[in-house]
């Protein structure tokens, strides 16, 4: 991740996020944004590593787990979701099974399983 984001920040975009989407609300796109940027950070923190990139677009990816290291053209382990998804596993508000079910998470390669990872701390 290119700039690590501060922990009351980051807390305080989470929160307003939170209470928008479950307002049924689209949040401010600076609290989205910097939510997303946030649980990424955390997930790296967590689990640091180069084997499996997880991308939530528009907002942020970041390259987690150890293992082989990828450096170039499509990873072979990738995961992929919007971000009020990503906002629900990372806090365990959903479990990334129902949200695998539901088509929510596009996850390929024998990594891309982030189950044991989520939910993070907040």
């Known amino acids: 991740m290119a700039s690590r ?3 009351t920040a980051g807390r305080a ?3 307003a996020a ?3 989407l479950t307002a049924g609300e689209r949040p401010a796109r ?3 944004a910097t939510a997303v940027r946030y649980l990424l950070q955390l997930l790296d ?3 640091p590593g180069n084997s499996v ?6 907002f942020g990816a970041v390259q987690v787990v150890q293992g082989p290291r990828h450096t170039r053209g499509t990873p072979p382990n990738v995961v992929e979701l919007d971000p009020a998804t990503w906002i629900a596993v990372a806090t365990g ?10 088509g929510r998470i596009h996850a390929s390669g024998t990594r891309a399983d982030l189950t044991e990872l989520l939910p993070l701390r907040p």
């Open 5 to 7: 984001i501060d922990t």
């Open 13 to 15: 975009a989470l929160e």
């Open 18 to 20: 939170r209470a928008a």
């Open 30 to 32: 600076s609290d989205y």
């Open 45 to 47: 923190e967590k689990a």
């Open 53 to 58: 990139e997880v991308r939530v677009p528009p």
């Open 93 to 102: 508000s959903e479990t990334w099974d129902a949200a695998v079910d539901a």
